[in-house]
């Protein structure tokens, strides 16, 4: 009898995703060793299955993976974010597994290059400048065409991202992302946090597309509606309904550019996450991501049916590991996520009303992931949802009429309450 | 009974759902694998007349419970807490408790699992804060609640399945399996704290 395949997942401890992708592990039934940034306090005695890697040093990373894999041989390594697939395709090549090209990897990550590489494949992207932090805001104003968008390199997740109408608007959001930027864990990025572009905003409603490559052929696995206008000057992500309410020219067009696009920075193999925008001149690449979609919106996701449905971090599991996909067709239902807008600046003390929202009809579930005493910091500033709520429904505009029901039913409490 | 009695349902899983009851419906802990081992306890009797319904294990006011069916928790949620509020407003108790008789194998399996919590598991978690509490052991089954810096930490799972099950399965590998009765939404000092990513 042959000896179980290794997996070997990649997770930083601020991750969400820890328990989605360990009970995928387990439903395969797979040794599974997790590789983290943090030591765990059990990882002296189960060094086989709790590693801990220098996430801050790519080859020193490498390297101790690779004398891992000497003493267990791995079959697989995966990432979960920006961060760890980098990683990943870094010790991928070095165990010699299928894996992304790195450079392709670190393109991905690299907004700046990402943009330059899109725009020299004719994948339409929107008109971009790179500018560093210490240039004079008033002189990039001048320059600047409007409306446009400031958009750090180093962050995620929208933060730090503004709109500006006006050279007066530009210049109070340099403010602003200086100030982000220069906060301690972001400025220990180093040169990466001391840049950020210029992009012109474009107009249209913005999607989201979960799509798995395989051989550079993209396998589109949901198209998400973001049904809540994102024109600025905030770009908070709140609502994500699938299937998508365009019509089926429109999301072809979108798969097409999202496809071009991962073939554009060279990515091969695995997760996608990408975001466009769709208008009269047809769809528009706004961000590419080798990675799955983040924080705790894969739980909405489900491919075949009944008890046998695979969540989609088996599916990527089972494509790392080479293992037969049974299907990559979501279920015939409609299903949303609202990822809750952080409701203001201040300690969390309650969230009243979460009762009452996982009672409103189509709502599967409301999980709250700020806990009591940790400090909510909205947009352009935070880094952290408060909590979840998930729905499935008949069509995608019921679900979405129930993911607004439910979070008007929520309330929260917070202490030290002000305004950004 | 109490007509402001509180539900609280925390899917864990498709399969695997804690309703949190505003009381207590046991002292201590018990986990029912059948319709059959349920007689006696008129709650544990109305859930496994729900469809699908596998595993029932309350501890307090706690309760866990395992499914098979493709109904979503939001269908199969509606029943349970139907379930109850009937049982409840009959002012009966709602679970027996275990029989004594049943519980020699567990006894023993209790007192092993407890040493090595006591001896290896919580002495290194104290580390990050955290701490495990052995709830019971039935039918081989391990109840446990996770708290301090474990309580919602990000990485609560991993310290379960790759540090706590794997302990016990080495060490003790009667244990026929985990259930981790822990509200992790409850958690106030997580050792760490998710992110947007």
Not at chain 1, 32 to 50: G, K, M, N
Not at chain 1, 378 to 389: E, H, N, S, T, V
């Amino acid at each position: 009898m042959g000896a179980r395949a290794r997996l070997l997942l990649l997770l930083p401890s601020t991750t969400y995703r820890a328990a989605a992708f360990v009970e995928a592990a387990r439903r395969l039934d797979v040794d599974l060793t997790v590789a983290s940034d943090h030591r765990s306090v059990f990882a002296a005695q189960q060094p086989e299955r709790l590693v801990t890697l220098d996430f801050g040093s790519l080859g020193r990373a490498a390297e101790q993976a690779a004398a891992f894999a000497a003493r267990h041989p791995v079959a697989a390594v995966c990432g979960v974010d920006d961060d760890t697939v980098i990683l990943a395709a870094a010790i991928a090549e070095e165990l010699g597994l299928p894996h992304n090209p790195l450079e392709a990897t670190v393109a991905a990550r690299d907004k700046h290059r990402q943009r330059v590489l899109l725009g020299a494949a004719g994948v339409p992207v929107p008109a971009f400048d790179l500018h560093r932090l210490d240039e004079d805001p008033a002189a990039v104003s001048r320059s600047a065409a409007y409306p446009c968008v400031l958009k750090p390199l180093c962050l995620s997740a929208s933060r730090g991202v503004m709109r500006a109408d006006s050279p007066a608007e530009f210049v109070a959001a340099h403010r602003v992302l200086a100030e982000i930027l220069g906060e301690a864990e972001v400025a220990r990025r180093g040169e990466e946090s001391q840049r950020y572009l210029v992009e012109s905003f474009v107009a249209g409603p913005e999607v989201a597309l979960e799509g798995l490559l395989d051989r550079g052929r993209l396998e589109v696995l949901a198209l998400f509606d973001k049904p809540d206008p994102l024109d600025g000057p905030l770009f908070e992500e709140t609502i994500y309904v699938t299937p998508s309410r365009l019509s089926a020219a429109a999301q072809q067009s979108l798969a097409a550019c999202a496809e071009r696009a991962a073939l554009a920075v060279g990515l091969e193999y695995g997760p996608v996450h990408v975001e466009l925008r769709h208008n009269a001149e047809g769809p528009w690449l706004i961000e590419l991501g080798a990675r799955p979609i983040g924080g705790r919106c894969s739980q909405v996701l489900r491919f075949g049916r009944g008890p046998a449905a695979m969540s989609l971090e088996e599916i990527l599991l089972r494509h790392a590991l080479g293992l037969p996909v049974p299907t990559y067709e979501r279920e015939p239902e409609a299903a949303g996520v609202m990822m809750l807008p952080v409701p203001g600046a201040g300690v969390l003390r309650a969230v009243r009303g979460v009762e009452a929202a996982r009672s409103v009809a189509g709502v599967e579930d409301v999980v709250i992931t700020a806990h009591p005493g940790q400090t909510l910091v909205p947009l352009p500033r935070g880094a952290q949802y408060p909590g979840f709520i998930f729905a499935r429904g008949g069509t995608p505009a019921a679900v979405e009429a129930s993911l607004r029901r439910a979070h008007a039913c929520l309330a929260f409490d917070l202490a030290g309450e002000r305004s950004n | 009974m109490d007509r402001d009695t509180k539900i609280t349902a925390e899917p864990i899983d498709g399969s695997h759902c804690r309703f949190v009851v505003s009381e207590a419906l046991l002292d201590g802990a018990r986990r029912f694998s059948s319709s059959d081992a349920a007689k006696g306890s008129p709650l544990a009797e109305a859930l496994f007349g729900i469809s699908g319904v596998t595993e029932v294990v309350v501890s307090g006011g706690t309760l866990t419970i395992t499914k098979d069916s493709p109904a979503p928790w939001q269908v199969t949620g509606r029943e349970v807490g139907a379930a109850i509020r009937k049982i409840l407003a009959t002012g009966v108790p709602p679970f027996a408790a275990a029989p004594a008789s049943a519980s020699a194998g567990d006894e023993a399996l209790y007192g092993r699992v407890a040493d090595l919590f006591e001896a290896e598991i919580n002495p290194a978690i104290a580390r990050h804060g955290g701490f495990v509490e052995l709830v019971d052991v039935q039918d081989g089954v391990v109840m446990l609640r996770m708290g301090g810096g474990c309580q919602g930490c990000g990485m609560a799972d991993v310290t379960l399945r790759q540090g706590i099950e794997v302990a016990l399965r080495e060490r003790v590998p009667e244990v026929a399996g985990i259930v981790d009765i822990t509200d992790h939404s409850a958690g106030t000092n997580p050792y760490v704290t998710a992110s947007k990513k």
